[in-house]
DNA sequence: GTGAAAGCGCTAACAA
DNA sequence: TTGTTAGCGCTTTCAC
């Protein structure tokens, strides 16, 4: 920048005001100073502005899990409000691990990221209070944070779980499965819970032999599925309770044709395409990541307190064209 | 950093080195030191650290299309990559629009990244000559750019075109439709080449009213099957150049079962569980990724040169649990 | 409307 | 092993 100022023959102040578009300068001033950025090939240092005005234009996405497509369209969501605000987005993964979440978080910290939009994989997000204090703001996604007071953006999971298994309890199914990941995972428990108040709601108890956890892949979902399928008393319905579990399932019902009615969380590519009728547990992916950008944005313009969304879900049919 | 320094009764530059892990610090200094950084609820300022330093601790990642899996899947390899070398990288994406492409790289420049791995929107990326040349390697992935020198990770879609519809013609299929998007995005136009090469090859020629362009959506690639599907000479088989087309043409098929051979370019979610057997070409999502990280990453360490990786493609089955 | 000087928070270079 | 000084590239403050 002294050396556009020196080329154009004007002072470093007025480089900067032509360059942030500020108001109040000559325009042949404005018209030279351009000429010479253009034929020095001037960048500016966006990091030395941030740093002397103490401005901050990024903010944190921090995912539990970035090859999960869910993280990735909301991250896409949040870029795109971010950007929208003149603001880009740093991306990071805790891969489900608490201590690289909480290095991430710091680093991130440390970058003087604006905000922080976080998907926790620990319990305890206390490690933050410092930051929060000093005026970076949280969000937590997808799962409440623990030992931080900060806004969190949820899934209505566990309602979302009540609506598809009481459906199932009044067509009359007796017999429902329940296929889960780990109940350590925060939206699994959720959704176990749903589960276990549409029976206690209906009056009725669920066969623990149909209950199945720790399904991390689609891969287990089906070898569970087909072990059940073959039992003395198989079941009449399934309810999984992400979409690799629903996938899974699907792997193991639709090769044999077995009668078993499936409701799964979550909605997938090609749930359309499937060859029998299905009923999927929707919400919206996408306003999950306008939200959070959004709050996030409110709490970096100052708004007080914390609050709590539960995103609604809703049942929707997915394939069937073949009925 | 000053008043921790003045906290622990040492000088600023101690303090640096004890916040940087130098070696040369007496024990005592160091305990004193994190005591008084502890109190102090001290937190460094990495911006500083990094115009000081003139070191670039992130790296742009400019994606064409945020909405799609497939980027966000190869964003997740790069950040990877990136954070094992204790790097972040900044997400943005064009959204199609060579304009934005334009700004956001611009703007990830004066954010003074590393490097930028760029999928381009626009046709030319000549305004990026001087960040190159100023010290900012950049990485063209899936489509190579225009007017600037750089390396470039692009999948094979001509030769992995050409081998699944050669393999069709092998099987005696005459009649193979193609469904493809824009002509204008290069991937489309290597793909339909792939295609006409495999025709030429056998000496065959194409009917012109089977190839149909311009399919953004599966629903518009869904329809467009159902009119050849009820044209007077159906096709017998049909080549989808992407996974929208291949979704949108099993949307057409497989409610009529109709008999017509599917081959898609783009593997996708859930088509293990397709009723019917299809064809795929297939490749390494995660692998465009990581080479493109590790492209930018030599680049960034000094090597020179500039190299186009072309990755491989595989015909797979998909599906077919049904016959 | 324009400019000079100070300083954001840190690290490099050099000195002790 | 520790400290001092200068300065990264920019914006702020305030004077003109």
């Given at each position: 920048?002294?050396?556009?100022?020196?080329?154009?023959?004007?002072?470093?102040?007025?480089?900067?005001?032509?360059?942030?578009?500020?108001?109040?300068?000559?325009?042949?001033?404005?018209?030279?100073?351009?000429?010479?950025?253009?034929?020095?090939?001037?960048?500016?240092?966006?990091?030395?502005?941030?740093?002397?005005?103490?401005?901050?234009?990024?903010?944190?996405?921090?995912?539990?899990d970035l090859s999960n497509t869910f993280y990735m369209t909301v991250a896409a969501a949040v870029s795109t409000v971010a950007i929208g605000r003149g603001m880009q987005v740093i991306m990071a993964s805790s891969e489900e691990d608490a201590r690289a979440e909480r290095t991430l978080a710091l680093d991130l910290c440390q970058r003087?990221?604006?905000?922080?939009?976080?998907?926790?994989?620990?319990e305890d997000q206390s490690y933050l209070a410092g930051e929060v204090a000093a005026g970076t703001p949280v969000v937590f996604l997808d799962r409440p944070g623990g030992g931080l007071e900060a806004d969190a953006v949820l899934i209505d999971n566990r309602g979302g779980a009540h609506a598809a298994v009481a459906e199932l309890l009044r067509y009359g199914h007796e017999?429902?499965?329940?296929?889960?990941?780990?109940?350590?995972?925060?939206?699994?428990?959720?959704?176990?819970?749903?589960?276990?108040?549409?029976?206690?709601?209906?009056?009725?108890?669920?066969?623990?032999?149909?209950?199945?956890?720790?399904?991390?892949?689609?891969?287990?979902?089906?070898?569970?599925?087909?072990r059940l399928l073959e039992a003395e008393h198989p079941p009449t319905a399934v309810f999984c309770a992400n979409n690799r579990s629903t996938i899974g399932a699907l792997e193991a019902i639709l090769p044999r044709d077995a009668e078993v009615a499936v409701t799964g969380f979550d909605d997938f590519e090609l749930a359309q395409v499937l060859p029998r009728r299905i009923r999927i547990v929707d919400y919206d992916t996408d306003r999950m990541g306008t939200v959070a950008a959004e709050t996030l944005f409110a709490r970096i313009d100052g708004s007080a307190g914390s609050s709590r969304f539960l995103l609604p879900t809703r049942l929707v049919d997915r394939g069937g064209y073949g009925r």
């Amino acid at each position: 920048m002294v050396d556009v100022a020196a080329d154009a023959g004007v002072s470093l102040k007025t480089v900067s005001r032509v360059i942030n578009g500020q108001p109040n300068v000559d325009a042949a001033l404005i018209e030279r100073v351009n000429a010479s950025i253009a034929r020095l090939g001037f960048h500016r240092n966006a990091l030395a502005a941030s740093l002397r005005s103490g401005s901050r234009d990024t903010i944190g996405f921090l995912a539990a899990d970035l090859s999960n497509t869910f993280y990735m369209t909301v991250a896409a969501a949040v870029s795109t409000v971010a950007i929208g605000r003149g603001m880009q987005v740093i991306m990071a993964s805790s891969e489900e691990d608490a201590r690289a979440e909480r290095t991430l978080a710091l680093d991130l910290c440390q970058r003087r990221v604006g905000g922080l939009i976080l998907v926790p994989a620990g319990e305890d997000q206390s490690y933050l209070a410092g930051e929060v204090a000093a005026g970076t703001p949280v969000v937590f996604l997808d799962r409440p944070g623990g030992g931080l007071e900060a806004d969190a953006v949820l899934i209505d999971n566990r309602g979302g779980a009540h609506a598809a298994v009481a459906e199932l309890l009044r067509y009359g199914h007796e017999r429902i499965a329940l296929l889960f990941d780990s109940p350590s995972i925060f939206t699994m428990a959720e959704r176990r819970q749903g589960f276990l108040d549409a029976f206690a709601e209906a009056g009725r108890i669920p066969d623990p032999a149909l209950l199945v956890s720790d399904l991390h892949t689609p891969a287990a979902a089906r070898d569970a599925m087909e072990r059940l399928l073959e039992a003395e008393h198989p079941p009449t319905a399934v309810f999984c309770a992400n979409n690799r579990s629903t996938i899974g399932a699907l792997e193991a019902i639709l090769p044999r044709d077995a009668e078993v009615a499936v409701t799964g969380f979550d909605d997938f590519e090609l749930a359309q395409v499937l060859p029998r009728r299905i009923r999927i547990v929707d919400y919206d992916t996408d306003r999950m990541g306008t939200v959070a950008a959004e709050t996030l944005f409110a709490r970096i313009d100052g708004s007080a307190g914390s609050s709590r969304f539960l995103l609604p879900t809703r049942l929707v049919d997915r394939g069937g064209y073949g009925r």
